[in-house]
């Protein structure tokens, strides 16, 4: 599992595959226009992989999804 983690997916994040996308549209820019892909990984980068947009989302729906699992019982329940 740690191959994972410390191989594949830095691979796969630094070499995506234009040919066998996730994302069509991404895979589209990256292969007609290099650097504006890059320019929009790296806004996307700060706006959604930085430690303040992960603190500060936490902060907004944390509370909601406690709310939402409230009413699921867990597995060592016995229901």
Known sequence: MINIFEVFLPQLLRYPNPNDPLNGEAAALLMRHP?????????????????????????????????????IGSISDGE
């Open 35 to 71: 650097k504006e892909y890059e320019a929009k990984v790296k806004e996307y980068v700060q706006r959604y992989a930085t430690k303040e947009a992960a603190d500060a989302l936490a902060g907004d729906n944390s509370d909601d999804e406690d709310e939402e699992m409230s009413d």
